[in-house]
């Protein structure tokens, strides 16, 4: 285990003062499921109506 | 840089949705997606003008295999450029089936699985080092195709004991073995097979059969270009880290179902590690040995890495953006939010599948991509070049012209990855052993002399 501490904490210099500069990781992330949200309509413009049906008729041979 | 021959073949899952009873046999499909492609009467297998081969796999699937690729980007633009083609050739397909009655629609996927538990693969091949001991390779490198499905798995909501779960990986409850030859029967992370098409004194071939296919170029970027890196970075001899699973088939299950990624692996040197910590292990080998101020693509990769994996200890959200399995996450959440159901709702299901819809006016992955929500790598003219044109760099480039010239001139041929043969008159095979040639002056002269002019393309 002593190694995997040694592996997690080795921030180089350059990554601090990125991280600083970034917004922060969870702000990122937030941005994203915002944007997802928001396509929302769009997908019931695109998506299969017949989905139980449509997911279960979709039987492949199997290949490599 | 050392250069390195990449190759990349994806098997296509493909449908009819009758609309009403109609029985439609998928042989009858197949014939129809090939057709003006394959000349009529030919099996189902030909190499074409970008010197790629699309066929007819196992299970009736499309196949299509890239052209010799010399670079990770040109694999991540001939990969794109084969979804085009196929998608290119559904429209015609659904056109004869309209015609003469079917009522239906034609559906092609680039996925891994479907709804019974069949499998379908997406294999990575690169040219490596015959001097390298295949083992040694084998042992270092499994844990690393082990974990990497951490950021290039394409996602997949999998039933485990009746209830719906989502997996990080569409493919790692298909693998049964570490290494194997058989690629059906006996699926295995990395398969044997050693076919390098290429002077087998010099090199040998690496199958890799574990990876998803995926849709995000920035994923197939990842899982190429680091798989590339490591390879050159063993061929050179660097150490590279001691991690070898006591059970490397069971870890690619439990890390596709453990997207908090807090599960320790039993190591058979007695650690314990988890799969973020055994790609950390993988970069900073890396980095010692090309140290981290090296420029071109293994600098930039070696930042992405680092990038991805500090994001992956995180928040996984923030890499919806470029990652498969966690834009599939993030997109199926927000409908579920949206819609107050949950994971085992049909329409999820749905959306597993149509994530990879390669029609671009239904799939789910392009209208991500349409929205400006995914990072991408190609241009459409990069991409609308490569369904024409071989790479420049390489045997295929030798094979295209070969192709062009014999289709436009009107001669039966037949062609295979190291060979190249004009029917009739000047009848002769030329072998094309060396896939990093691209240039041979025998076909040139064969032109030539067919033509009474060197044939340009």
């Known amino acids: 285990m002593a190694q995997k501490k040694e592996t997690r904490h080795k921030p180089s210099e350059k990554e601090t003062t990125e991280e600083t500069e970034k917004p922060s990781i969870s702000d990122k992330g937030k941005e994203l499921t915002e944007d997802m949200d928001k396509l929302m309509d769009e997908i019931d413009d695109v998506l299969e109506k017949n989905a139980e049906e449509f997911v279960k008729n979709y039987v492949q041979k199997g290949g490599q | 840089m050392r250069r390195r021959i990449v190759g990349i073949e994806t098997e296509f899952g493909l449908t009819f949705f009758p609309s009403g009873k109609a029985y439609l046999p998928m042989e009858k499909v197949i014939g129809y997606l090939f ?3 394959i000349p009529t009467g030919w099996p189902s297998n030909a190499f074409l003008p970008n010197g790629a081969r699309f066929y007819q796999d196992t299970g009736c699937h499309p196949e299509y295999a890239t052209p010799e690729c010399a670079s990770v980007k040109a694999a991540v633009i001939h990969d794109r450029a084969g979804e085009r083609l196929l998608e290119s050739r559904l429209a015609p397909a659904q056109k004869k089936l309209d015609d003469e009655g079917f009522k239906g629609r034609l559906y092609a996927y680039k996925n891994n699985t479907d709804s019974m538990g069949n499998t379908y693969g997406c294999h990575e091949n690169y040219l490596v080092d015959r001097q390298l001991d295949f083992w040694h390779l084998a042992e270092h490198m499994i844990p690393f195709f082990v974990t990497r499905q951490i950021f290039c798995g394409a996602g997949k909501v999998f039933r485990h004991n009746g209830q719906a779960r989502f997996s990080i990986s569409q493919r790692a409850t298909h693998i049964h073995e570490a290494s194997s ?3 059906t029967s006996s699926r295995s992370i990395i398969n044997t097979r050693d076919e390098p098409h290429a002077d087998a004194e010099k ?3 690496l199958h890799i059969i574990v990876g998803d296919s995926n849709m995000s170029e920035f994923t197939t970027h990842l899982k190429v270009g680091l798989t590339c890196m490591l390879l050159t970075a063993l061929e050179e001899g660097a150490v590279l880290p001691d991690v070898t ?3 490397a088939v069971d870890a ?3 890390i596709s179902l453990d997207l908090r990624m807090k599960t320790a692996l039993k190591l058979t040197n007695n650690r314990r590690m988890t799969a973020l910590e055994i790609q950390w292990a993988y970069l900073e080998a890396a980095e010692r040995h090309f140290g981290t101020k090296t420029r071109g693509v293994f600098g930039t990769l070696l930042t992405q890495w680092r990038d991805i994996l500090t994001a992956l200890e995180g928040d996984f959200s923030q890499l ?6 966690v834009a599939k996450y993030e997109l199926m959440h927000a409908f579920m939010r949206r819609q107050g159901c949950d994971l085992d709702d049909p329409r999820v299901a749905m959306m597993d599948l149509q994530y990879h819809d390669i029609d671009r006016s239904r799939g789910l992955f392009y209208l991500l991509e349409r929205e400006k929500k995914m990072i991408r790598l190609s241009t459409d003219a990069q991409v609308r070049h490569a369904m024409q044109h071989a790479p ?10 070969f192709i062009r010239f014999a289709k436009e001139a009107g001669r039966p041929y037949s062609v295979d990855w190291t060979y190249l043969k004009l029917s009739g008159y000047f009848e002769e095979t030329i072998l094309c052993t060396d896939p990093f040639a691209n240039h041979d002056p025998r076909v040139e002269e064969l032109v030539t002399t ?3 002019d060197l044939y340009e393309i």
Do not use: P
């Not at chain 2, 919806?320 to 399995?325: L, S, V």
């Not at chain 2, 420049?392 to 012209?401: D, F, L, P, V």
């Open chain 2, 35 to 37: 057709e003006e492609v």
């Open chain 2, 181 to 183: 030859s058989s690629t």
């Open chain 2, 203 to 205: 090199y040998r071939r």
């Open chain 2, 245 to 247: 699973l006591e059970d």
């Open chain 2, 252 to 254: 690619l299950r439990v």
């Open chain 2, 320 to 325: 919806a953006d470029r990652i498969d399995w």
């Open chain 2, 392 to 401: 420049s760099n390489t045997r295929a480039h030798i094979r295209g012209q």
């Open chain 2, 450 to 452: 067919a033509t009474g």
